[in-house]
């Protein structure tokens, strides 16, 4: 299987740039997509194929990559931001995701 | 609005079966391709099963191939998923997904663009 790695968890403050990084462990082309999930609610699209926008995400989120390297850039990042992030990839069969990163809003 | 509700969560002893349903509103059901996916206490997210449009394929990952079964009626457009010879590493929450794709002009890119709630399963002496 195809595995997604991430790192566990950063800390940024409002206002600042944070990039949220997912390594596959073979290619994926640009079929890599994130999502958003809040403590105790279901996960939410935020990109899709690698670099595009999910319907009624705010222009602040973004995506980038290719191959193996792929990156979920918030900018600025705002306090209910707070949320874990995944990364997901479905070009190899099964569909994997990552292990997710934690994100916090100092 | 697209809506999915998920039911028929519990717990249930190893080895026995539970089938959860999946209601859908806000958007013409068989038009879409159809997911479960699951989460396991404090951990990431698991992609159970797939399901066409029609219901005539169907698609599994290993851990549970062979004793999970999708399903689907397009005329009440619901989902289901049937789980035989549960196991403790099935205890999650479970979630319906629709999945959506993007198509390149060569390549379907599948993701999941809407999800329910989730209902929780706990497999447990």
């Known amino acids: 299987d195809t595995v997604l790695t991430q790192s566990p968890a950063l800390a940024v403050s409002p206002g600042e740039r944070v990039s949220i990084s997912c390594r596959a462990s073979e290619g994926v082309n640009s079929y890599m997509h994130w999502y958003q999930q809040k403590p105790g609610q279901q996960p939410k699209l935020l990109i899709y194929?690698?670099?595009n926008l999910a319907s009624g995400v705010p222009a602040r989120f973004s995506g980038s990559g290719s191959g193996t390297d792929f990156t979920l850039t918030i900018d600025p990042v705002e306090a209910d931001d707070t949320a874990t992030y995944f990364c997901?990839?479905?070009?190899?069969?099964?569909?994997?995701f990552g292990s997710g990163t934690k994100l916090e809003i100092k | 609005e697209v809506q999915l509700v998920e039911s028929g969560g519990g717990l249930v002893q190893p080895g026995r079966s539970l089938k959860l349903s999946c209601a859908a509103s806000g958007f013409t059901f068989s038009n879409y391709y159809m997911a479960w996916v699951r989460q396991a206490p404090k951990k990431g997210l698991e992609w159970v099963a797939t399901?066409?449009?029609?219901?005539?394929?169907?698609y599994y990952p290993d851990s549970v191939k062979g004793r999970f079964t999708i399903s689907r009626d397009n005329a009440k457009s619901s989902l289901y998923l049937q789980m035989n010879s549960l196991k403790s590493e099935d205890t999650a929450t479970y979630y319906c997904a629709r999945q959506g794709y993007y198509y390149d002009g060569t390549y379907y890119s599948y993701y999941f663009d809407y999800w329910g709630q989730g209902v929780m399963v706990t497999v447990s002496s």
């Open positions: 194929k690698a670099s």
């Open positions: 997901q990839q479905s070009w190899n069969d099964p569909f994997t």
């Open positions: 399901i066409s449009t029609s219901g005539s394929r169907t």
